[in-house]
């Protein structure tokens, strides 16, 4: 690790509570006892919930989480504050201050975000007596749980993040701009890719444009896999939108430079729109799962509520994920400045660097299992469920059913994780940039633009909405 890369600050001093010598013992066992109090009340409380049947209802399970947050909660200050008093050496390591720092945040933001849940719990409970055991399911309640821990891990690990990036003393990269190579294109042939590639751009914007009116307009399409398709379309656009209009600029100018911070920001926002991608995607196969495993209760388990909550819940790891990635390669310094790609990818600035990027490729690795890999897991899963149902009761009829539903999802899921499986899990397959170049076309230009394609060929409902649509406009240009 680069010497710059550390604080100058190698422990700190911690002055304590505001209290006199002679009152230490005093406070020690008040503060020693409450803490006591604390630890045993909240494992007495785990251990009632869990050994009485009759308390395994959603309020108990949220109030055993909260318990257990409750003890981790204390347990970050108190021990270290008791330590303190009775020892002349009251400081703490540089390590072990952000480590502080990081666990106080996240149990601090799980105890309000699993209070939430239980507001939401007694909510129900009360304006909805009768749906409450609909409503408050089993995957209900350990999704809320799952939503908590994953969003205060995002929130505390981004201000740890921020606050490592303060205590340097070089904080910024020295490099002002990049150079971006682009597509290698001779010469004598740019303007027929500009055309090529402004049409296929044009086709995406107006074509998932077009999906999120019709589902806008026709009250048919008011359901949940709609609902998560016009997302889906929006995120297209805007994932296109990143960057081939500076594609297509820098295909006419011989000046290809874009600022460190436009740099910075365009890979921040493909992260984001790329992790968006697979989690909506993810969202949808879920639908399909209930859709045909459970069609008797499918607008029960589908409600608006959870559709909102899946979305939100992506755009909130989406947004966590790309700052994470973001926030650590502005700790990097760059020996060099031209980008042998046509966008500025995380993979392509890494090596530039000439700090070191071991945290950059585990968080690379780590966030990528979470962000692809366990998404098309449970695609895989969801799949799987279905293709069993299917099989249970084998007939053609349920067979076309089943294509027709979860046909076109397929094809956009082959579509999406072909190209991203090829660019990032085959390393060793990429030596030639030109190969790279091509897979980063393929999920930035080519899928955006056959996603409106493959939902409205082959979707009755939006072939309907179309034609719908059509005759309107037909009737008042007459």
């Known amino acids: 690790m680069r010497t710059n890369n550390q604080s100058s600050v190698s422990e700190f001093l911690l002055l304590g509570l505001p209290i006199r010598p002679e009152q230490q013992g005093m406070f020690f066992a008040l503060f020693l006892g409450m803490y006591l109090t604390t630890v045993l009340g909240n494992l007495l409380?785990?251990?009632?919930?869990?050994?009485?049947?009759?308390?395994?209802?959603?309020?108990?399970?949220?109030?055993?989480?909260?318990?257990?947050?409750?003890?981790?909660?204390?347990?970050?200050?108190?021990?270290?504050?008791l330590m303190n008093m009775h020892t002349q050496d009251q400081s703490i390591s540089y390590a072990g201050c952000i480590s502080q720092v990081y666990f106080f945040l996240f149990?601090?933001?799980?105890?309000?975000?699993?209070?939430?849940?239980?507001?939401?719990?007694?909510?129900?409970?009360?304006?909805?007596?009768?749906?409450?055991?609909?409503?408050?399911?089993?995957?209900?309640?350990v999704l809320l749980v799952i939503v908590s821990w994953v969003q205060s891990c995002a929130s505390a690990l981004l201000h740890t993040l921020l606050l490592k990036r303060t205590m340097r003393r070089e904080n910024q990269s020295s490099m002002s701009q990049f150079l971006l190579l682009?597509?290698?294109?001779?010469?004598?042939?740019?303007?027929?890719?500009?055309?090529?590639?402004?049409?296929?751009?044009?086709?995406?914007?107006?074509?998932?444009?077009?999906?999120?009116?019709?589902?806008?307009?026709?009250?048919?399409?008011?359901?949940?896999?709609?609902?998560?398709?016009?997302?889906l379309a929006f995120t297209d656009v805007c994932f296109s939108s990143?960057?081939?209009?500076?594609?297509?600029?820098?295909?006419?100018?011989?000046?290809?430079?874009?600022?460190?911070?436009?740099?910075?920001?365009?890979?921040?926002?493909?992260?984001?729109?790329?992790?968006?991608?697979?989690?909506?995607?993810?969202?949808?196969?879920?639908?399909?799962?209930v859709a045909i495993c459970h069609p008797l209760q499918y607008t029960i388990?589908?409600?608006?509520?959870?559709?909102?909550?899946?979305?939100?819940?992506?755009?909130?790891?989406?947004?966590?994920?790309?700052?994470?990635?973001?926030?650590?390669?502005?700790?990097?310094?760059f020996c060099a400045n031209?980008?042998?790609?046509?966008?500025?990818?995380?993979?392509?600035?890494?090596?530039?660097?000439?700090?070191?990027?071991?945290l950059n490729e585990l968080v690379m690795f780590t966030v990528g299992v979470v962000v692809i890999t366990l998404p098309f897991i449970c695609i895989l899963v969801s799949y799987g469920y279905i293709g069993a149902t299917i099989l249970r009761v084998p007939s053609t009829k349920g067979i076309c059913k089943a294509l027709s539903t979860c046909g076109s999802h397929l094809s956009v899921v082959s579509?999406?994780?072909?190209?991203?499986?090829?660019?990032?899990?085959?390393p060793t397959l990429s030596n030639f940039i030109d190969k790279d170049i091509i897979v980063a076309l393929m999920y930035?230009?080519?899928?955006?633009?056959?996603?409106?394609?493959?939902?409205?060929?082959?979707?009755?409902?939006?072939?309907?909405?179309?034609?719908?649509?059509?005759s309107k406009v037909t009737f008042f240009s007459q």
């Open 45 to 81: 409380i785990i251990l009632l919930i869990r050994l009485d049947s009759r308390l395994h209802t959603p309020m108990y399970f949220f109030l055993s989480h909260l318990a257990f947050t409750d003890i981790s909660f204390s347990s970050v200050t108190a021990p270290k504050m």
């Open 107 to 141: 149990w601090g933001d799980l105890d309000s975000l699993l209070l939430t849940s239980m507001a939401y719990d007694r909510y129900v409970a009360i304006c909805h007596p009768l749906h409450y055991t609909t409503i408050m399911s089993q995957s209900l309640c």
């Open 182 to 231: 682009g597509l290698p294109i001779p010469p004598g042939e740019q303007d027929v890719f500009f055309t090529l590639f402004l049409g296929m751009y044009l086709t995406t914007v107006l074509g998932n444009l077009l999906i999120i009116l019709l589902i806008r307009l026709d009250s048919r399409l008011h359901t949940p896999m709609y609902f998560f398709l016009s997302h």
């Open 242 to 289: 990143v960057t081939v209009p500076k594609m297509l600029k820098d295909m006419h100018t011989k000046y290809k430079s874009i600022p460190y911070a436009g740099c910075i920001s365009q890979m921040y926002f493909f992260i984001f729109f790329t992790d968006l991608d697979s989690f909506l995607i993810t969202s949808m196969a879920y639908d399909r799962y």
């Open 301 to 333: 388990i589908m409600r608006r509520e959870l559709c909102v909550l899946l979305v939100a819940v992506s755009w909130i790891l989406s947004c966590a994920n790309s700052l994470s990635h973001t926030l650590l390669l502005t700790q990097l310094s």
């Open 338 to 358: 031209s980008i042998p790609h046509f966008f500025c990818d995380l993979g392509a600035l890494l090596k530039l660097s000439c700090s070191d990027i071991s």
């Open 415 to 426: 579509l999406y994780y072909g190209a991203i499986f090829g660019q990032y899990l085959f």
């Open 444 to 470: 930035t230009v080519v899928t955006p633009m056959l996603n409106p394609f493959i939902y409205s060929l082959r979707n009755r409902d939006m072939k309907k909405a179309l034609r719908k649509l059509f």
